[in-house]
């Protein structure tokens, strides 16, 4: 049993710190969190757990493989990535963002749940360094004799604390005065979507 604890913990470090960089859900997470109530933005931290779900998956019923040699399959999700960047990044810098009224209310441009959904799916499930993560993970760090049982808690385990850590996020960038902070730069969606844009085109980029 103590090797799968050394094996737990060793993974459990190794997603955290891939966690902490930020990346184009971080940026679309931080983006929804101000523009819904965090009900809706919740939303996105949902899907992105989902698509991550969705490779740890992939990666326990052993399709690792499929996808790690399969320079197609790679550049089809590269392609689809970088077109969903761009898409998302367009419609981010042409919607109104939140803002702030007399008073200090503030009236919110919102998306519906599901949307939200989608789009954390979609926007994680495109990113090829997510599903390159996830199958070097179960490679390098999972040993081939681990039990099934074993990877799924693994595999559980990675799942909650993606959902978790966005949600904590979500609560956090909806604290009143911090919310409010962040709202009163001017254009603040454009700033989003710009950003959207650049991380699209640098994956086309990346494919030359």
């Not at 990044?89 to 702030?100: A, D, E, P």
């Not at 979609?122 to 390159?132: A, E, G, Q, V, W």
């Not at 959902?163 to 709202?183: A, G, H, P, T």
């Amino acid at each position: 049993m103590e090797i799968y604890l050394n094996e737990f913990i060793i993974i459990a470090i190794a997603h955290f710190i891939a966690l902490l960089s930020p990346g184009a859900d971080f940026v679309y997470l931080v983006n929804s969190s101000l523009n819904n109530q965090p009900k809706i933005a919740i939303g996105a931290s949902l899907g992105i757990a989902l698509s991550n779900g969705f490779y740890i998956l992939i990666c326990l019923l052993g399709y690792a493989t499929l996808f790690s040699q399969s320079e197609v399959l790679m550049s089809m999700i590269k392609i689809g990535g970088g077109g969903y960047l761009l898409f998302l990044g367009y419609h981010v810098m042409l919607s109104q963002s939140s803002t702030i009224n007399t008073g200090s209310t503030i009236t919110l441009n919102q998306n519906s749940f599901f949307k939200e959904v989608l789009r954390g799916f979609y926007l994680s499930f495109l990113n090829p360094k997510i599903s390159i993560f996830y199958i070097s993970l179960f490679s390098l760090a999972i040993s081939s004799e681990t039990p099934l049982s074993i990877q799924l808690l693994y595999g559980l385990w990675m799942f909650l604390f993606v959902f978790i850590w966005d949600s904590l996020l979500v609560l956090l960038l909806n604290k009143k005065r911090l919310k409010e902070k962040i709202l009163s730069f001017t254009n603040i969606n454009k700033i989003f979507g710009a950003l959207l844009l650049f991380m699209g085109l640098g994956l086309f980029y990346s494919m030359i």
